[in-house]
């Protein structure tokens, strides 16, 4: 066989797996194809395997998947972004009362609102831990316990110190 021959076979090959199947297309002209039912286990694939960009509609049928749960989560998703949030980015009239509650130095205070903002921005690799461990309602509890646990103990907090590691660190 020349070189010629076996790029030619080659083609030939390529060319069938990207052509869809002449039983397939009968089956689509007869009305004996199942509709594809759209879910997230399901992606839209065309005969030869590739995604569709151009889907037909009488082809596709949707499952419901907004009923029962799904909404709280929703709801609760929603509240605790903004909770978090908020405190993230109130910082600023926290730490205008805790100057005003303790009496210590900008510089000192503003470690409580910083440690915070920090910690809870970097704390992605204990939660992935926690997740990997665990599972996400076990991640999602624990963290829901260790800030509302250290903006508790930070409201009864006696000095600028245990305010540092109740908001900074066990808030963050």
């Not at 060319?15 to 286990?41: A, I, M, W, Y």
């Not at 799904?70 to 709801?75: D, E, P, T, Y």
């Not at 100057?99 to 204990?126: K, N």
């Not at 930070?154 to 245990?162: E, G, K, L, N």
């Amino acid at each position: 066989m020349t070189v010629k021959e076996d790029q030619n076979e080659q083609e030939s090959e390529v060319v069938q797996l990207f052509e869809p199947s002449p039983d397939l297309n009968e089956r689509k002209l007869n009305g004996t194809e199942p509709p594809v039912v759209c879910s997230h286990e399901t992606p839209l694939k065309s005969e030869n395997g590739l995604d569709k960009d151009v889907i037909n509609k009488e082809d596709v049928q949707f499952n419901d998947m907004d009923r029962g749960w799904s909404w709280v989560v929703l709801f609760a998703s929603f509240g605790s972004f903004m909770l978090i949030g908020s405190c993230m980015n109130g910082v600023g009239i926290i730490h205008a009362t805790l100057l005003e509650l303790h009496g210590e130095s900008v510089g000192l205070t503003s470690w409580a609102g910083a440690l915070h903002t920090g910690l809870a921005s970097l704390g992605a690799p204990i939660s992935s831990a926690v997740l990997d461990r665990y599972s996400c309602r076990a991640a999602s509890v624990l963290a829901g316990v260790c800030y509302v646990t250290g903006f508790l103990a930070t409201a009864f907090s006696p000095s600028i110190y245990c305010t540092i590691f109740t908001l900074g660190i066990l808030g963050g």
